[in-house]
Every structure is written in structure tokens, then in C-alpha cells.
């Protein structure tokens, strides 16, 4: 079945440096979603990536989709510490299913 | 946020008993998901709906059951419970019935923290 893979499973940044997650999928995607979960809360829809090599920006974050339409990335430009948490992408399969990465978890070191 | 509460927020219970989990929704959405997260796996399927009556499996649906009568409540159960189910479990909801959209991002319940002991 369609895998999503997510990388890395963490990242440790100062604030004020950059942060980027990356998705690949073992399929194409139709198209693909990115989800925010801060610390202790639920996931919270971020945007959704439709064309082939669609770039997308809100703020400070940059959003990418593959021109084969298997992979995407995430962005963050200067992280703040309100950028905390965990990033996940997941690609649409039929019937409204969402196929998850396992999120990239973003740690800002005082 | 959505209209989407879940019930009960934290449960722990022993081995062998049976669990059911609460979803309810204000927004008239067509899908219910129900997916349950572990560390290192992200999120994973374990049932969903898409109308009332109308339902089928995910990923890892073995060892649990859904219904639904209504739009708004989604139940999922667990026959009887084990350890491997302790588990954060959460509801989440797409595409609103009135509009017929096609933009299916999903609204996700606050979550259900289940302990099997």
C-alpha cells in the first residue's frame, strides 16, 4: 500500500535558524497536506499542495510539492518559539483517506 | 476550531474490559475518522465514515468496532481491551456537507487518552 516517509524525526534548532521536513512517497499523491500538533494539542491543518511543483508561502513557512508529485517539503524560515511542534504531511489516497508521515518534531534549544 | 468534542478525554481501564469512545460534531461533515497516535507512527487510520450507517476499515482496525446513526456521533469501540491499545486516540472530521467542497482538510477532536492496564 502507499507508504508516506517523513524526515527527520527531530530537529534541534536555535532559534532563529532555519527548518526543513521532507516527505516521499512510494506513489504519486493526488495531493498532499501539512498538519501542525503543538505539544499536547491535536493536529491542525496547515495548506494542501495540488500541481505538480506548486510552492505555496504563509509568512515565514514554504511549502513544496515535488514536480512528480512524490515528495514535498516544509520550510521554516528564522524559527520562533511558537514554531514548536510536530510537522506532519499526508497524502490524499481515495475515499477521503489520508495517508500520515510519522511528523518531524521541532525543538528550539534556548 | 471545529465543532468537535470527544468523551472521555482520559480513560484508564484493565485488560478485557470493553471501551467505547465518544465523537461528536456540530458542523455537519460528511467523513468521521476515527485515528489513534503513537510515538514514532504518526497518525493511523483506524476507521472511518462517510454517511450515516456507512462505514469502513483502516490501517489498523483489528480489535475495534464503529458505528454510526447519526451525523454528528461517530462511537468506536474496543471489544476488549489490551495493553497494545493504550494508545492517544483522535476524531477528526472533512468535507461539510452543505457545500459540497472538495477541499478535504480534516478537523481533528481535542483527543481521548486511553491507558490499558
Known amino acids: 500500500g502507499q507508504q508516506v516517509m517523513q524526515i527527520p524525526q527531530y530537529q534541534h534548532v536555535q532559534e532563529g535558524e532555519d527548518f526543513t521536513t521532507y516527505c516521499n512517497s512510494s506513489?504519486?499523491?493526488?495531493?498532499i497536506q501539512w498538519y501542525k500538533q503543538r505539544p499536547g494539542g491535536h493536529p491542525v491543518f496547515l495548506i494542501q499542495?495540488?500541481?505538480s511543483g506548486e510552492v505555496k508561502k504563509q509568512k515565514r513557512l514554504t511549502f513544496q510539492f515535488g514536480e512528480a508529485k512524490k515528495n514535498s517539503s516544509l520550510h521554516i524560515t528564522a524559527t520562533q518559539t511558537t514554531d514548536v511542534g510536530t510537522y506532519f504531511c499526508?497524502?490524499?489516497?481515495?475515499?477521503?483517506?489520508?495517508?500520515w508521515g510519522a511528523g518531524t518534531k521541532l525543538i528550539i534549544k534556548p | 476550531d471545529a465543532g468537535i468534542t470527544q468523551s472521555p478525554r482520559h480513560k484508564v481501564t484493565e485488560t478485557g474490559t470493553p471501551v467505547t469512545l465518544r465523537c461528536h460534531q456540530t458542523?455537519?461533515?460528511?467523513?468521521m475518522y476515527w485515528y489513534r497516535q503513537d510515538p514514532g507512527h504518526g497518525l493511523r487510520l483506524i476507521h472511518y465514515?462517510?454517511?450515516?450507517?456507512?462505514?469502513d476499515k483502516g490501517e489498523v482496525s483489528d480489535g475495534y468496532s464503529v458505528s454510526r446513526s447519526k451525523t454528528e456521533d461517530f462511537l468506536l469501540t474496543l471489544e476488549s481491551a489490551t495493553s497494545s491499545q493504550t494508545s492517544v486516540y483522535f476524531c477528526?472530521?472533512?468535507?461539510?456537507?452543505?457545500?459540497?467542497?472538495?477541499?478535504?482538510?480534516?478537523?481533528f477532536g481535542p483527543g481521548t487518552r486511553l491507558t490499558v492496564l
Open positions: 458542523e455537519n461533515h460528511r467523513y
Open positions: 477528526a472530521i472533512s468535507e461539510p456537507l452543505e457545500t459540497g467542497s472538495s477541499y478535504n482538510e480534516q478537523f
Open positions: 506513489t504519486t499523491l493526488s495531493n
Open positions: 465514515s462517510y454517511g450515516v450507517k456507512d462505514t
Open positions: 499542495l495540488v500541481k
Open positions: 499526508a497524502g490524499l489516497e481515495s475515499n477521503y483517506q489520508l495517508i
